[in-house]
């Protein structure tokens, strides 16, 4: 019998992660396929001919493409422990604070890492503006939809395992500007689904190295 779930992705993606926790959270099995974005696979270019990006959940042979339409799928075809509320109100205001996570936040951490001088202290100036918005939705929850984890946290807690990365290129520290997100952080790496999903922060680092040596950015 063919896998059912297959999970085309690479390791230090937040996107990828994303879809792991979703997985580990509700107990499916599935076939982790580690992609190599110089050498894609020829499943990855079939399943994802429009972006030929990971992550790709291929599920009974059909493929879903992006990290949080995946999250949202494996979240209705598997609807033990939810993800998304079920009231519509909050169900809209957890997916604008995704929306929010994916708009701001990749793009400010690129910022981090990839530039020097002014522009890095206005790539961290950014990265931290946009997580005191964030801290300030969280306020005193624990999550941020509420007393239990949810889609808000899953998208935005994979970003936690490159904060040591952008901390050390960028020679800052989050915690000073947001300590309540990293006690969320902290709290939701205590989730089996989250600790196994995110790699170890020094590896993304070793990564985030290569990667620079790679691009030419000294
Ligand atoms: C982003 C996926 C993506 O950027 C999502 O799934 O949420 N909006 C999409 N994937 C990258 C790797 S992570 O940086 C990728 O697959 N890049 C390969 C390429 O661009 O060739």
Not at 108 to 135: C, D, M, P, S
Request: proline share 6%; with cysteine.
């Amino acid at each position: 019998m063919a896998i059912e779930v297959i999970l085309l992705d690479f390791w230090p993606s937040p996107f990828g992660m994303r879809c792991r926790i979703a997985l580990h959270e509700k107990g499916v099995e599935f076939e982790y396929k580690d992609e190599n974005l110089r050498n894609k696979s020829e499943l990855l270019l079939k399943m994802n001919p429009v972006h030929k990006k990971i992550p790709v959940l291929v599920h009974n042979d059909k493929p879903v493409c992006e990290s949080l339409i995946i999250v949202q799928y494996i979240d209705e075809v598997w609807s033990n422990n939810p993800l998304l509320p079920s009231d519509p109100y909050e169900r809209a205001q957890a997916r604008f604070w995704a929306d929010y996570v994916e708009k701001k936040l990749y793009d400010a951490t690129r910022k981090v890492w990839t530039t020097k001088g002014e522009e890095q202290e206005a790539g961290k100036k950014e990265f931290i503006e946009h997580l005191t918005i964030l801290e300030k939705q969280l306020g005193d929850k624990p999550f941020f939809g509420g007393d239990s984890f949810g889609y808000v946290d899953v998208t935005l807690i994979p970003f936690y395992s490159w904060f040591y990365a952008l901390e050390t290129e960028g020679k800052f520290t989050i915690e000073e500007s947001n300590p309540k997100i990293i006690e969320w952080a902290k709290r939701c790496m205590q989730r089996e689904s989250v600790a196994k999903a995110l790699p170890d922060e020094k590896k993304v680092h070793g990564f985030l190295l290569e990667l620079k040596k790679m691009l030419g950015i000294e």
